[in-house]
Protein backbone atom coordinates (compact mmCIF):
# COMPACT_ATOMS: atom_id res chain seq x y z
CA UNK A 1 0.00 0.00 0.00
CA UNK A 2 1.43 3.11 -0.80
CA UNK A 3 2.02 5.76 1.90
CA UNK A 4 -0.25 8.04 2.39
CA UNK A 5 0.90 11.50 2.19
CA UNK A 6 -0.68 14.69 3.92
CA UNK A 7 -2.15 17.82 3.20
CA UNK A 8 -2.78 20.66 5.61
CA UNK A 9 -5.31 23.71 4.60
CA UNK A 10 -5.56 26.09 7.22
CA UNK A 11 -8.29 28.51 6.83
CA UNK A 12 -10.56 30.63 8.17
CA UNK A 13 -13.19 33.02 7.69
CA UNK A 14 -11.35 35.78 9.21
CA UNK A 15 -8.13 37.97 9.16
CA UNK A 16 -5.43 37.97 11.78
CA UNK A 17 -6.49 34.89 13.49
CA UNK A 18 -3.07 33.17 13.34
CA UNK A 19 -3.54 31.13 9.97
CA UNK A 20 -0.49 31.81 8.50
CA UNK A 21 1.69 31.66 11.93
CA UNK A 22 0.26 27.99 12.16
CA UNK A 23 1.20 27.65 8.61
CA UNK A 24 4.55 28.20 9.38
CA UNK A 25 4.49 25.65 12.44
CA UNK A 26 3.59 23.10 10.08
CA UNK A 27 6.22 23.94 7.61
CA UNK A 28 9.21 24.28 10.43
CA UNK A 29 7.59 21.02 12.12
CA UNK A 30 7.63 19.39 8.75
CA UNK A 31 11.02 19.94 7.81
CA UNK A 32 12.42 18.93 10.55
CA UNK A 33 11.46 15.56 9.62
CA UNK A 34 13.04 15.76 6.58
CA UNK A 35 9.80 14.95 4.34
CA UNK A 36 9.45 16.60 1.11
CA UNK A 37 7.88 19.47 1.50
CA UNK A 38 5.81 22.02 -0.41
CA UNK A 39 3.64 25.55 0.37
CA UNK A 40 1.02 27.17 -1.43
CA UNK A 41 -0.01 30.95 -0.22
CA UNK A 42 -3.75 31.74 -1.65
CA UNK A 43 -3.84 34.97 -0.05
CA UNK A 44 -2.62 36.96 -3.62
CA UNK A 45 -3.08 40.28 -1.48
CA UNK A 46 -0.72 39.63 1.22
CA UNK A 47 1.55 36.47 0.14
CA UNK A 48 3.13 36.50 3.62
CA UNK A 49 3.68 32.82 4.00
CA UNK A 50 4.93 32.90 1.04
CA UNK A 51 7.85 35.53 2.02
CA UNK A 52 8.59 33.56 4.55
CA UNK A 53 10.15 30.49 2.96
CA UNK A 54 10.82 31.93 -0.76
CA UNK A 55 12.00 28.36 -2.13
CA UNK A 56 9.50 26.25 -0.64
CA UNK A 57 6.48 28.01 -0.72
CA UNK A 58 4.28 29.48 -3.93
CA UNK A 59 1.81 31.97 -4.33
CA UNK A 60 -0.86 30.63 -6.23
CA UNK A 61 -4.40 32.85 -6.91
CA UNK A 62 -7.03 31.00 -6.82
CA UNK A 63 -9.58 33.63 -8.33
CA UNK A 64 -9.55 32.30 -11.75
CA UNK A 65 -8.90 28.97 -13.08
CA UNK A 66 -5.30 29.05 -14.35
CA UNK A 67 -4.83 29.94 -10.80
CA UNK A 68 -6.88 27.27 -9.54
CA UNK A 69 -5.19 24.31 -12.31
CA UNK A 70 -1.79 25.50 -10.99
CA UNK A 71 -2.79 24.91 -7.00
CA UNK A 72 -4.74 21.46 -7.32
CA UNK A 73 -3.23 19.38 -10.35
CA UNK A 74 0.19 20.09 -8.63
CA UNK A 75 -0.97 18.97 -5.44
CA UNK A 76 -2.23 16.01 -7.26
CA UNK A 77 0.78 15.68 -9.42
CA UNK A 78 2.96 15.80 -6.38
CA UNK A 79 1.31 13.62 -3.95
CA UNK A 80 4.24 12.13 -2.32
CA UNK A 81 4.85 15.65 -1.05
CA UNK A 82 3.40 16.91 2.54
CA UNK A 83 1.48 20.10 0.95
CA UNK A 84 0.79 22.93 3.68
CA UNK A 85 -1.90 25.58 2.26
CA UNK A 86 -2.36 29.09 3.76
CA UNK A 87 -5.95 29.88 2.41
CA UNK A 88 -6.17 33.84 2.61
CA UNK A 89 -9.48 34.46 4.90
CA UNK A 90 -11.10 36.35 1.58
CA UNK A 91 -11.16 33.06 -0.86
CA UNK A 92 -12.44 30.70 1.77
CA UNK A 93 -15.76 30.11 0.40
CA UNK A 94 -14.19 29.82 -3.28
CA UNK A 95 -11.50 27.53 -2.49
CA UNK A 96 -14.46 25.05 -0.68
CA UNK A 97 -16.73 25.51 -3.61
CA UNK A 98 -13.91 24.72 -6.50
CA UNK A 99 -12.96 21.44 -4.54
CA UNK A 100 -16.07 20.22 -3.74
CA UNK A 101 -16.95 20.79 -7.51
CA UNK A 102 -14.16 19.18 -8.90
CA UNK A 103 -14.14 16.60 -7.37
CA UNK A 104 -11.05 16.82 -5.05
CA UNK A 105 -11.30 15.05 -2.13
CA UNK A 106 -12.01 11.82 -4.01
CA UNK A 107 -9.43 11.95 -6.06
CA UNK A 108 -6.83 13.20 -3.04
CA UNK A 109 -8.29 9.83 -1.31
CA UNK A 110 -7.60 7.97 -4.61
CA UNK A 111 -3.70 9.44 -4.56
CA UNK A 112 -2.95 8.51 -0.86
CA UNK A 113 -3.47 12.05 -0.07
CA UNK A 114 -4.70 12.69 3.38
CA UNK A 115 -6.52 16.18 3.32
CA UNK A 116 -6.63 17.80 7.15
CA UNK A 117 -8.71 21.21 7.43
CA UNK A 118 -7.34 22.98 9.91
CA UNK A 119 -9.93 25.53 10.91
CA UNK A 120 -9.04 28.38 13.18
CA UNK A 121 -11.44 29.04 15.28
CA UNK A 122 -12.63 32.57 16.98
CA UNK A 123 -15.75 33.91 18.94
CA UNK A 124 -17.51 35.17 16.15
CA UNK A 125 -20.86 33.20 15.08
CA UNK A 126 -20.24 32.95 12.06
CA UNK A 127 -17.49 30.55 12.24
CA UNK A 128 -19.57 28.28 14.24
CA UNK A 129 -21.80 28.03 10.70
CA UNK A 130 -19.07 27.41 8.17
CA UNK A 131 -20.91 23.97 7.40
CA UNK A 132 -22.99 25.40 4.93
CA UNK A 133 -20.56 27.79 3.25
CA UNK A 134 -17.80 25.51 2.69
CA UNK A 135 -19.71 22.68 0.93
CA UNK A 136 -19.89 20.32 3.63
CA UNK A 137 -16.23 19.68 3.44
CA UNK A 138 -15.55 21.59 6.90
CA UNK A 139 -17.71 19.11 8.92
CA UNK A 140 -15.97 16.17 7.51
CA UNK A 141 -14.28 13.82 9.74
CA UNK A 142 -10.97 15.65 8.66
CA UNK A 143 -11.48 19.10 9.61
CA UNK A 144 -10.16 20.00 13.13
CA UNK A 145 -10.69 22.82 14.53
CA UNK A 146 -7.56 24.77 16.23
CA UNK A 147 -8.01 27.74 18.70
CA UNK A 148 -4.95 29.85 18.47
CA UNK A 149 -4.41 30.77 22.06
CA UNK A 150 -2.85 34.66 22.17
CA UNK A 151 0.91 35.00 23.24
CA UNK A 152 1.52 36.53 26.30
CA UNK A 153 2.62 40.53 25.56
CA UNK A 154 5.70 41.10 27.21
CA UNK A 155 6.28 44.27 28.66
CA UNK A 156 10.29 44.33 28.56
CA UNK A 157 13.33 42.19 27.10
CA UNK A 158 13.88 41.90 30.76
CA UNK A 159 10.61 40.39 32.05
CA UNK A 160 10.63 38.16 28.81
CA UNK A 161 13.99 36.98 29.82
CA UNK A 162 13.09 36.24 33.35
CA UNK A 163 9.97 34.31 32.13
CA UNK A 164 11.77 31.90 29.97
CA UNK A 165 14.05 31.48 32.52
CA UNK A 166 11.16 30.20 35.02
CA UNK A 167 9.97 28.43 32.10
CA UNK A 168 13.15 26.21 31.34
CA UNK B 1 -39.19 -4.09 -29.82
CA UNK B 2 -39.22 -0.13 -29.15
CA UNK B 3 -40.42 2.27 -31.79
CA UNK B 4 -37.73 3.75 -33.70
CA UNK B 5 -36.88 7.55 -32.17
CA UNK B 6 -35.82 11.00 -34.39
CA UNK B 7 -33.94 13.40 -32.19
CA UNK B 8 -33.40 16.60 -33.80
CA UNK B 9 -31.03 19.25 -32.37
CA UNK B 10 -31.44 22.50 -33.90
CA UNK B 11 -31.98 25.96 -34.16
CA UNK B 12 -31.79 28.18 -37.21
CA UNK B 13 -29.86 30.93 -35.79
CA UNK B 14 -25.90 30.03 -35.53
CA UNK B 15 -23.77 30.03 -32.19
CA UNK B 16 -26.31 28.86 -29.48
CA UNK B 17 -24.80 25.44 -29.03
CA UNK B 18 -26.47 23.10 -31.14
CA UNK B 19 -23.28 20.45 -31.20
CA UNK B 20 -22.61 21.13 -27.89
CA UNK B 21 -26.17 20.04 -26.35
CA UNK B 22 -26.22 16.97 -29.48
CA UNK B 23 -22.73 15.62 -27.62
CA UNK B 24 -24.58 15.71 -24.25
CA UNK B 25 -26.72 13.80 -25.55
CA UNK B 26 -24.93 11.25 -26.92
CA UNK B 27 -22.74 10.76 -24.02
CA UNK B 28 -26.08 10.58 -21.83
CA UNK B 29 -27.16 7.70 -24.04
CA UNK B 30 -23.85 5.94 -24.07
CA UNK B 31 -23.90 6.03 -20.46
CA UNK B 32 -27.17 4.87 -20.15
CA UNK B 33 -26.57 2.24 -22.94
CA UNK B 34 -29.00 2.88 -25.27
CA UNK B 35 -27.58 2.02 -28.70
CA UNK B 36 -27.39 5.41 -30.95
CA UNK B 37 -26.21 6.57 -34.06
CA UNK B 38 -25.92 10.22 -34.85
CA UNK B 39 -25.52 12.47 -38.36
CA UNK B 40 -23.79 15.62 -38.11
CA UNK B 41 -25.57 17.81 -41.05
CA UNK B 42 -22.55 20.64 -40.69
CA UNK B 43 -21.29 18.93 -44.54
CA UNK B 44 -18.74 18.71 -45.54
CA UNK B 45 -16.02 18.54 -42.54
CA UNK B 46 -18.76 18.16 -39.95
CA UNK B 47 -18.18 19.23 -36.01
CA UNK B 48 -19.94 16.33 -33.93
CA UNK B 49 -18.00 13.84 -36.08
CA UNK B 50 -14.91 15.16 -35.00
CA UNK B 51 -16.00 14.36 -31.32
CA UNK B 52 -17.90 11.38 -31.75
CA UNK B 53 -16.14 9.16 -34.65
CA UNK B 54 -17.58 6.05 -34.02
CA UNK B 55 -21.39 7.01 -34.26
CA UNK B 56 -22.00 9.48 -36.51
CA UNK B 57 -21.49 10.50 -39.96
CA UNK B 58 -21.64 13.28 -41.90
CA UNK B 59 -25.16 14.16 -44.42
CA UNK B 60 -26.08 16.77 -46.64
CA UNK B 61 -29.74 17.76 -44.90
CA UNK B 62 -30.76 19.82 -48.19
CA UNK B 63 -30.06 16.28 -50.31
CA UNK B 64 -32.52 13.71 -51.01
CA UNK B 65 -30.32 10.81 -51.04
CA UNK B 66 -29.39 11.70 -47.49
CA UNK B 67 -32.01 12.20 -46.12
CA UNK B 68 -33.40 8.87 -47.58
CA UNK B 69 -29.75 7.57 -45.57
CA UNK B 70 -31.05 9.24 -41.67
CA UNK B 71 -35.29 8.21 -42.31
CA UNK B 72 -35.51 4.93 -44.51
CA UNK B 73 -33.39 3.54 -41.72
CA UNK B 74 -35.01 4.50 -38.79
CA UNK B 75 -36.17 1.48 -38.58
CA UNK B 76 -34.04 -1.11 -39.82
CA UNK B 77 -30.75 0.58 -37.70
CA UNK B 78 -29.22 -1.52 -34.74
CA UNK B 79 -29.31 2.06 -33.16
CA UNK B 80 -32.47 2.95 -30.20
CA UNK B 81 -31.87 6.41 -30.97
CA UNK B 82 -31.10 8.70 -34.12
CA UNK B 83 -29.64 11.70 -33.02
CA UNK B 84 -29.56 14.53 -35.78
CA UNK B 85 -27.38 17.58 -34.93
CA UNK B 86 -29.13 20.18 -37.59
CA UNK B 87 -26.89 23.21 -38.40
CA UNK B 88 -28.03 26.43 -38.29
CA UNK B 89 -30.44 28.04 -40.89
CA UNK B 90 -31.53 24.40 -41.08
CA UNK B 91 -34.01 23.78 -38.67
CA UNK B 92 -37.28 24.83 -40.85
CA UNK B 93 -36.54 23.54 -44.00
CA UNK B 94 -35.65 20.18 -42.02
CA UNK B 95 -38.85 20.18 -40.43
CA UNK B 96 -40.65 21.34 -43.93
CA UNK B 97 -39.49 18.54 -45.36
CA UNK B 98 -40.26 16.22 -42.48
CA UNK B 99 -43.81 17.24 -43.04
CA UNK B 100 -43.63 16.96 -47.10
CA UNK B 101 -42.48 13.46 -46.85
CA UNK B 102 -45.37 12.22 -43.96
CA UNK B 103 -43.00 11.56 -40.96
CA UNK B 104 -44.55 13.94 -39.13
CA UNK B 105 -48.09 11.91 -40.41
CA UNK B 106 -45.84 8.62 -38.83
CA UNK B 107 -45.40 9.91 -35.71
CA UNK B 108 -48.92 11.35 -35.20
CA UNK B 109 -49.79 7.77 -35.54
CA UNK B 110 -47.59 6.89 -32.84
CA UNK B 111 -45.34 4.78 -35.33
CA UNK B 112 -42.22 6.86 -34.50
CA UNK B 113 -41.18 9.03 -31.43
CA UNK B 114 -40.25 12.14 -32.39
CA UNK B 115 -38.21 14.60 -30.62
CA UNK B 116 -37.01 18.19 -30.82
CA UNK B 117 -34.47 19.63 -28.88
CA UNK B 118 -34.55 23.57 -29.84
CA UNK B 119 -31.71 25.52 -28.92
CA UNK B 120 -32.22 28.95 -28.30
CA UNK B 121 -29.93 32.18 -28.10
CA UNK B 122 -30.67 35.36 -26.39
CA UNK B 123 -31.94 37.47 -29.25
CA UNK B 124 -35.11 37.94 -30.20
CA UNK B 125 -34.75 36.84 -33.32
CA UNK B 126 -34.19 33.36 -31.77
CA UNK B 127 -36.91 33.42 -29.64
CA UNK B 128 -39.23 34.06 -32.82
CA UNK B 129 -37.93 30.96 -34.21
CA UNK B 130 -40.68 29.39 -31.14
CA UNK B 131 -43.47 30.58 -32.82
CA UNK B 132 -42.26 29.41 -36.76
CA UNK B 133 -41.69 25.79 -35.42
CA UNK B 134 -44.80 25.67 -33.29
CA UNK B 135 -46.70 24.20 -36.12
CA UNK B 136 -44.48 21.51 -36.72
CA UNK B 137 -43.94 19.87 -33.21
CA UNK B 138 -47.54 19.66 -32.33
CA UNK B 139 -47.01 15.73 -32.10
CA UNK B 140 -43.36 15.86 -31.19
CA UNK B 141 -41.72 15.87 -27.39
CA UNK B 142 -40.77 19.72 -27.66
CA UNK B 143 -38.09 20.76 -25.39
CA UNK B 144 -36.92 24.67 -25.21
CA UNK B 145 -33.46 24.25 -24.62
CA UNK B 146 -31.94 27.47 -22.93
CA UNK B 147 -28.58 27.21 -23.26
CA UNK B 148 -26.71 29.48 -20.49
CA UNK B 149 -23.06 27.90 -21.72
CA UNK B 150 -22.40 31.98 -22.78
CA UNK B 151 -24.04 33.73 -20.06
CA UNK B 152 -27.21 34.66 -21.53
CA UNK B 153 -30.40 35.47 -19.66
CA UNK B 154 -33.01 35.15 -21.97
CA UNK B 155 -34.83 38.42 -21.20
CA UNK B 156 -35.77 36.57 -17.54
CA UNK B 157 -35.08 40.41 -16.26
CA UNK B 158 -38.14 41.40 -18.59
CA UNK B 159 -40.97 39.31 -17.25
CA UNK B 160 -43.55 40.28 -20.17
CA UNK B 161 -41.03 39.54 -23.20
CA UNK B 162 -39.90 36.25 -21.17
CA UNK B 163 -43.41 35.24 -20.63
CA UNK B 164 -44.40 36.30 -23.94
CA UNK B 165 -41.93 33.46 -25.48
CA UNK B 166 -41.35 30.85 -23.00
CA UNK B 167 -45.04 30.96 -21.46
CA UNK B 168 -47.23 30.66 -24.91
CA UNK B 169 -46.17 26.46 -26.06
CA UNK B 170 -48.18 24.97 -23.09
CA UNK B 171 -46.62 21.37 -23.81
CA UNK B 172 -42.78 22.60 -24.49
CA UNK B 173 -40.67 21.91 -21.83
CA UNK B 174 -38.08 24.30 -20.59
CA UNK B 175 -34.18 22.84 -20.38
CA UNK B 176 -31.83 24.50 -19.22
CA UNK B 177 -28.16 23.93 -19.83
CA UNK B 178 -25.82 25.47 -17.67
CA UNK B 179 -22.71 27.59 -17.81
CA UNK B 180 -19.28 25.44 -18.48
CA UNK B 181 -16.22 26.77 -17.44
CA UNK B 182 -14.56 28.70 -20.21
CA UNK B 183 -10.73 26.72 -19.88
CA UNK B 184 -12.89 23.72 -19.92
CA UNK B 185 -14.75 23.91 -22.92
CA UNK B 186 -11.98 24.85 -24.77
CA UNK B 187 -9.65 21.91 -23.23
CA UNK B 188 -12.29 19.48 -24.79
CA UNK B 189 -12.31 21.66 -27.55
CA UNK B 190 -8.88 20.84 -28.30
CA UNK B 191 -8.87 17.59 -27.57
CA UNK B 192 -11.71 16.53 -29.88
CA UNK B 193 -13.23 14.00 -27.80
CA UNK B 194 -16.66 13.23 -26.39
CA UNK B 195 -17.10 14.85 -22.77
CA UNK B 196 -17.11 11.24 -20.84
CA UNK B 197 -13.52 10.43 -22.67
CA UNK B 198 -12.56 14.08 -21.26
CA UNK B 199 -13.40 12.97 -18.27
CA UNK B 200 -12.27 9.59 -18.20
CA UNK B 201 -8.35 11.33 -18.95
CA UNK B 202 -8.83 9.51 -22.11
CA UNK B 203 -7.63 10.69 -25.57
CA UNK B 204 -8.84 9.69 -29.26
CA UNK B 205 -7.07 6.13 -29.09
CA UNK B 206 -8.40 5.42 -25.58
CA UNK B 207 -5.10 5.93 -24.43
CA UNK B 208 -4.73 7.53 -21.15
CA UNK B 209 -4.04 11.44 -21.77
CA UNK B 210 -2.77 14.22 -19.72
CA UNK B 211 -5.91 16.49 -19.11
CA UNK B 212 -6.13 18.98 -16.03
CA UNK B 213 -8.00 17.82 -13.55
CA UNK B 214 -9.58 20.64 -12.17
CA UNK B 215 -10.83 21.04 -16.39
CA UNK B 216 -11.94 17.63 -15.79
CA UNK B 217 -13.89 18.37 -12.12
CA UNK B 218 -15.23 21.04 -13.82
CA UNK B 219 -16.86 19.06 -16.89
CA UNK B 220 -17.98 16.51 -15.16
CA UNK B 221 -19.63 18.83 -12.39
CA UNK B 222 -21.35 20.76 -15.62
CA UNK B 223 -22.11 17.11 -17.48
CA UNK B 224 -24.12 15.81 -14.29
CA UNK B 225 -26.56 18.89 -14.06
CA UNK B 226 -26.63 18.73 -17.90
CA UNK B 227 -27.73 15.17 -17.19
CA UNK B 228 -29.87 15.89 -14.56
CA UNK B 229 -32.04 18.11 -16.42
CA UNK B 230 -32.64 15.32 -18.83
CA UNK B 231 -33.59 12.83 -15.98
CA UNK B 232 -35.61 15.67 -14.61
CA UNK B 233 -37.82 15.34 -18.23
CA UNK B 234 -37.19 11.80 -18.06
CA UNK B 235 -35.59 11.21 -21.10
CA UNK B 236 -35.42 7.71 -21.30
CA UNK B 237 -38.86 6.89 -20.96
CA UNK B 238 -39.53 8.46 -23.99
CA UNK B 239 -37.61 5.72 -25.55
CA UNK B 240 -38.44 2.12 -25.46
CA UNK B 241 -34.95 1.70 -24.21
CA UNK B 242 -36.03 3.00 -21.24
CA UNK B 243 -39.05 0.74 -20.25
CA UNK B 244 -35.16 -1.87 -20.35
CA UNK B 245 -33.23 0.27 -18.43
CA UNK B 246 -34.68 2.71 -16.11
CA UNK B 247 -36.56 0.32 -14.04
CA UNK B 248 -33.65 -1.89 -13.69
CA UNK B 249 -31.85 1.11 -12.27
CA UNK B 250 -34.50 2.13 -9.79
CA UNK B 251 -34.53 -1.51 -8.80
CA UNK B 252 -30.69 -1.20 -8.29
CA UNK B 253 -31.43 1.69 -6.18
CA UNK B 254 -33.83 0.20 -3.81
CA UNK B 255 -31.67 -2.35 -3.02
CA UNK B 256 -28.48 -0.13 -2.63
CA UNK B 257 -30.94 2.24 -0.78
CA UNK B 258 -31.70 -0.60 2.00
CA UNK B 259 -28.31 -1.88 2.10
CA UNK B 260 -26.97 1.67 2.72
CA UNK B 261 -29.66 2.13 6.05
CA UNK B 262 -29.05 -1.10 7.51
CA UNK B 263 -25.45 -0.56 7.17
CA UNK B 264 -25.90 3.00 9.10
CA UNK B 265 -27.66 1.43 11.28
CA UNK B 266 -25.18 -1.51 12.20
CA UNK B 267 -22.40 1.14 12.49
CA UNK B 268 -25.37 3.45 14.62
CA UNK B 269 -25.35 0.20 16.99
CA UNK B 270 -21.64 -0.45 17.26
CA UNK B 271 -20.68 2.45 17.87
CA UNK B 272 -23.16 2.65 20.94
CA UNK B 273 -21.83 0.05 22.34
CA UNK B 274 -18.51 1.15 21.70
CA UNK B 275 -17.90 4.55 23.18
CA UNK B 276 -19.67 6.65 25.37
CA UNK B 277 -22.38 9.82 24.83
CA UNK B 278 -19.27 12.34 24.97
CA UNK B 279 -18.46 11.15 20.99
CA UNK B 280 -22.22 11.75 20.70
CA UNK B 281 -21.89 14.88 18.50
CA UNK B 282 -18.85 14.06 16.74
CA UNK B 283 -20.42 10.49 15.04
CA UNK B 284 -23.35 12.73 14.27
CA UNK B 285 -21.35 14.69 12.81
CA UNK B 286 -19.47 11.78 10.62
CA UNK B 287 -22.96 9.55 10.51
CA UNK B 288 -24.59 12.50 8.42
CA UNK B 289 -21.97 12.82 5.92
CA UNK B 290 -21.03 9.44 5.54
CA UNK B 291 -25.25 9.07 5.57
CA UNK B 292 -25.73 11.63 2.56
CA UNK B 293 -23.03 10.33 0.54
CA UNK B 294 -24.55 7.21 0.56
CA UNK B 295 -28.03 8.44 -0.59
Redesign the interface.
Known amino acids: MPQQSQLYIVASRHPRVGKTLLARLLIEFQRISGRPLVGYDLDPREPTFAGCFPNLVWPVDIAD??G??SL??RI?GDHWRTTVIDLGYGLFDQFFK?MA????EE?ARQRSIQPTVLIITDSAPVTAQLTPSCG?VC???FSCPCTMKPLRSWSSPRTFRRHRQNTR | MAKPALILVGADKGGVGKTTVARTLLDYFTAHHVPTRAFDTETPKGTLKRFHRDVSEVVDATAVADQMRIIDTLSTTDATVTVVDVRAGLMSPTLHALRDIGFLEAVKKGQITFVVFHILGSSIASLNEIEETAPFTADAEYFLVKNFINNTNFFEWDQATHASYFKKLKDAVVIEIPKLNEMAYEQVELASVPFLTFVANKDGKNETANYSFVLRGYVRHWLGNVWAEYDRVKLLDLFGAAAETTPARAGRRQILGSLATSLAWFRVESFFTASGESDLEKFAISFYCRSSRIG
Do not use: K
Open positions: TRQMFDLVEIGFEGNRP
